[in-house]
Nanobody
Framework: QVQLAESGGGLVQAGGSLRLSCVVS????????MGWYRQAPGKQRELVAS???????NYADSVKGRFTISRDNAKKNVYLQMNSLKPEDTAVYYC???????????WGQGTQVTVSS
């Protein structure tokens, strides 16, 4: 069973940066796609970035050009570098393994990102 543990969130001023990390309990070499989601208060969870085993990346329009997803298969880690943060990026961020762009693992505890204006 895949377990996920996110970290790296915090409180940052608008324009600042954070780097989120996700540790996966199993070897991610064979997990085709990993993704980062976020859920803001009162809103549905949304996929903001994904990366395939071939290192092809995709981003939601709202974060394109500001966020960068990466993966380190040897360390079983997935990262999300977030730059030029905006107050609307405030949310709890989660990672997950994806099949056809749908999450397949139980959600971890997530990591809170709060961007002040």
């Amino acid at each position: 069973q895949v377990q996920l543990a996110e970290s790296g969130g915090g409180l940052v001023q608008a324009g600042g940066s954070l780097r989120l990390s996700c540790v996966v309990s199993v070897n991610i070499f064979n997990i085709r796609t990993m993704g980062w989601y976020r859920q803001a208060p009162g809103k549905q969870r949304e996929l903001v970035a994904s990366i395939t085993s071939g290192y092809t990346t995709n981003y939601a329009d709202s974060v394109k050009g500001r966020f960068t997803i990466s993966r380190d298969n040897a360390k079983k880690n997935v990262y999300l570098q977030m730059n030029s943060l905006k107050p609307e990026d405030t949310a709890v961020y989660y990672c997950n393994a994806l099949v056809r762009l749908s999450p397949i693992a139980d959600w971890g505890q997530g990591t809170q990102v709060t961007v002040s204006s």
